[in-house]
């Protein structure tokens, strides 16, 4: 358990991305792109790794520069033309955008973030895209704005670790999906318990390092929620693994609401 308050947590998060947010949309189209404090891990390089050229080539630097993940879950996803995507913790919008590529003018795709300075960088970037099928929602992803059975997709890259509590996350993301939908997330994970003294410090949860769950936890949090076919598909072990960081694993999970 924690010893840092939920509203002390959400707060620290806050003004770290909303920094992240006001750094990257000064960014120019230079060669000056990816932002250096995705989680725990990052570097421009490794953030650069997350995704192919391919990808990246024609999304703005304002948007590369926020890319603060730790996966690439939109490339798991399967997205077909037309299917509605909610990305929990948009950021700077990376995902999203990938996404409204993938389902296409006649999908749609749901950006939420709790920094406002996110979500004014990611509408700014989907207006440089000139994207009509992409919105962006300032709200907490445990408590949203949308409809149940809204989502054919969801996705999340590194936010639910960030979440003091993980229940209400998995929750709302049942409640939003549609009967059938997916759950694709990219997230810290443990394998083993860290030292209290790094998890009692504010600079690992902004990190992306000391609020995350201990694997089996995680998993039977997602499935408490009422979701089905939990998967882990992959799993990483972050860069600079000496200690206690040893215990943390970057893994790609999946799920599915059951229904049809
Ligand atoms: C590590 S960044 C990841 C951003 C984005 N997914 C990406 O891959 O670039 C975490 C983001 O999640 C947002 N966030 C953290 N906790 C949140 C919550 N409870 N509700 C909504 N957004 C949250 C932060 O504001 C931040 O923009």
Redesign the pocket.
């Known amino acids: 358990m924690t010893q840092l308050g939920n509203d002390q947590i959400?707060g620290v998060?806050?003004e770290r991305?909303?920094a992240?947010?006001r750094s990257a949309s000064e960014a120019s189209s230079s060669d000056d792109c990816c932002?250096t404090d995705?989680?725990s891990t990052a570097s421009s390089e490794e953030a650069l790794t997350l995704y192919t050229s391919a990808e990246t080539q024609d999304l703005p630097a304002e948007a590369l520069a926020?890319?603060?993940?730790?996966g690439n879950p939109t490339a798991l996803a399967s997205m077909q033309p037309g299917e509605t995507v909610v990305?929990?913790?948009?950021?700077?919008g990376?995902?999203c955008f990938l996404s409204a590529k993938a389902v296409g003018p006649s999908g749609r795709v749901i950006g939420?973030?709790?920094?406002e300075d996110?979500i004014n960088l990611a509408r700014a970037n989907a207006r440089r895209l000139k994207l009509s099928n992409t919105e962006f929602h300032l709200?907490?992803?445990?408590d949203t704005p949308l409809d149940e059975n809204t989502a054919d997709i969801l996705i999340?890259?590194?936010?639910i670790n960030?979440?003091p509590d993980k229940d209400p996350?998995f929750r709302e993301a049942f409640r939003i999906l549609k009967p059938g939908g997916r759950l694709m997330v990219?997230d810290m994970v443990l394998v083993d318990d860290i030292p209290e003294d790094q998890a009692a410090d504010t600079s690992n949860w902004v990190a992306?390092l000391a609020g995350a769950e201990k694997k089996e936890t995680y998993l039977g949090k997602m499935r408490d929620a009422g979701f089905a076919e939990v998967e882990v598909l992959s799993e990483t072990p972050i860069s600079g693994d000496d200690g206690w960081r040893a215990s943390i694993r970057s893994m790609n999970i999946k799920a599915v609401k059951p229904g049809s």
């Open positions: 959400k998060v806050k991305y909303g992240l947010a932002g995705c989680c926020a890319s603060a993940g730790c990305d929990f913790g948009s950021g700077g990376i995902d939420i973030d709790m920094t996110m709200s907490d992803m445990e999340s890259n590194c936010v960030l979440a996350v990219s992306c």
